[in-house]
């Protein structure tokens, strides 16, 4: 039951950055990767804590032996329902027909066994509950993300940038040059990139990512995969994946930074499929993106997040495909985030924006497959320390 967490850097190389400068980068960045590796640990462990109960229940309920009986015979149904559809006598077979008939035969056994469907229920129900609570995101402490040919008022009142067109080029100042709060506009092309990667398996789960980052275009993305072919009693994952370019910044005075996201959607698809098997099936899926930033420093512990899109479908044992395309492809969308903690005046430091994705599934008794590909170019980063 594998657990990984990686993380990937490459930062600007800034001349005015001092010394003193550079090693609090380096602190903050020693800091968020020793973090990474703690919550991945302790998240690893309370997952497999949890899958290991299920099993200490389900085997005393059983018995040891009833319970290998019964998980040797679910395991040779579904070997019998391949080996059914094989040609050429399988092209002729009705797969439906098949899976009905290996069901009651899984019926039978459990009642042979004296297996209570609503004790294993019980069992199954009180995990879950567990699960959720201690890896589902909370959304409470997270900003949302906007349409922003939808909230054009909106926009146009967060910064007085807004009343023009962004430039591609040196902007003309539109606000007092001596005001601490003044926002300072960034545009690609981008030089420093930070990616990371954290994921945790239990069981017959394999979780894989693809990365998209062109820090000079200003491209992130992530591509999240979970799959499950085999399920057992308690199967569960979830992984988190982000790319973010990265800028320096010198705050005019201390404070709590204060930034604006230009995003525009290149690609943003979610994608799961349920597939019966034998048992005591059920299974749900949850899959989030965000846009996100960060400041490097030791007086900021974690980075801010802007939710844009999600998708969420569970099954109590029915075959399910969904598919969704929550962002219109090609417009442009905004994030107002505040860091989480002050920076002082003066003083350089390292902004990070970017993508993160975070997929999380669980599969009791059926095959469950999770795609998600959201992508973006970032257009435009503001940035300033809040009034």
């Known amino acids: 039951m594998p657990?990984?967490?990686?993380?990937?850097?490459?930062?600007?190389?800034?001349?005015?950055?001092?010394?003193?400068?550079?090693?609090?980068?380096?602190?903050?960045?020693?800091?968020?990767?020793?973090?990474?590796?703690?919550?991945?640990?302790?998240?690893?462990?309370?997952?497999?804590?949890?899958?290991?109960?299920?099993?200490?229940?389900?085997?005393?309920?059983?018995?040891?032996?009833?319970?290998?009986?019964?998980?040797?015979?679910?395991r040779q149904e579904r070997l019998a329902l391949q080996d059914a559809m094989q040609p050429p006598k399988g092209l002729k077979r009705d797969f439906a027909k098949q899976r009905v008939a290996g069901r009651r035969r899984v019926d039978s056994l459990l009642r042979k066994l004296g297996a209570s469907r609503a004790k294993v229920n019980k069992i199954l129900s009180a995990a879950d509950v567990k699960y959720e609570s201690a890896f589902l995101p909370d959304h409470r402490k997270v900003a949302s993300g906007f349409n922003l040919s939808k909230n054009l008022s909106k926009w146009s009142k967060l910064s007085p940038l807004h009343k023009f067109p962004l430039p591609w080029g040196v902007f003309e100042q539109v606000e007092d040059p001596n005001?601490?709060?003044?926002?300072?506009?960034?545009?690609?092309?981008?030089?420093?990139?930070?990616?990371?990667?954290?994921?945790?398996?239990?069981?017959s789960?394999?979780?894989?990512?693809?990365?998209?980052?062109?820090?000079?275009?200003?491209?992130?993305?992530?591509?999240?995969?979970?799959?499950?072919?085999?399920?057992g009693n308690f199967d569960a994952a979830h992984i988190i994946g982000e790319a973010q370019i990265a800028f320096a910044f010198?705050?005019?005075?201390?404070?709590?930074?204060?930034?604006?996201?230009?995003?525009?959607?290149?690609?943003?698809?979610?994608?799961?499929?349920?597939?019966?098997?034998?048992?005591?099936?059920?299974?749900?899926?949850?899959?989030?993106?965000?846009?996100?930033?960060?400041?490097?420093?030791?007086?900021?512990?974690?980075?801010?997040?802007?939710?844009?899109?999600?998708?969420?479908?569970?099954?109590?044992?029915?075959?399910?495909?969904?598919?969704?395309?929550?962002?219109?492809?090609?417009?442009?969308?905004?994030?107002?985030?505040?860091?989480?903690?002050?920076?002082?005046?003066?003083?350089?430091?390292?902004?990070?924006?970017?993508a993160r994705t975070f997929d999380i599934s669980r599969a009791d008794d059926m095959e469950l497959h999770s795609r998600s590909n959201c992508q973006w170019f970032i257009s435009s980063v503001e940035a300033r320390v809040a009034p």
């Open 3 to 74: 657990n990984h967490y990686s993380a990937t850097r490459s930062l600007p190389l800034v001349t005015a950055f001092s010394p003193k400068e550079r090693q609090l980068a380096e602190k903050a960045l020693r800091k968020r990767e020793a973090q990474g590796h703690a919550s991945n640990a302790s998240r690893a462990q309370k997952a497999y804590q949890i899958a290991d109960n299920v099993e200490r229940q389900l085997r005393n309920h059983l018995g040891l032996r009833k319970f290998a009986a019964l998980r040797d015979g679910l």
């Open 205 to 231: 789960f394999t979780v894989d990512r693809l990365m998209f980052l062109h820090p000079p275009s200003g491209l992130v993305g992530n591509e999240c995969r979970m799959d499950c072919s085999d399920a």
């Open 250 to 354: 010198t705050p005019p005075t201390a404070g709590i930074i204060e930034v604006l996201i230009d995003a525009q959607s290149t690609f943003d698809t979610h994608n799961v499929s349920f597939k019966d098997e034998f048992g005591f099936s059920e299974a749900w899926c949850n899959q989030h993106s965000y846009l996100m930033m960060d400041v490097l420093h030791p007086n900021v512990p974690q980075p801010s997040l802007a939710l844009m899109s999600s998708m969420a479908e569970e099954t109590d044992g029915d075959d399910l495909v969904a598919s969704q395309q929550n962002l219109a492809r090609g417009q442009h969308f905004f994030a107002q985030l505040l860091s989480s903690g002050p920076v002082p005046g003066g003083q350089t430091v390292i902004i990070t924006v970017g």
């Open 179 to 203: 005001d601490p709060h003044r926002w300072f506009l960034f545009r690609p092309p981008f030089f420093g990139f930070l990616f990371s990667e954290d994921s945790i398996t239990t069981s």
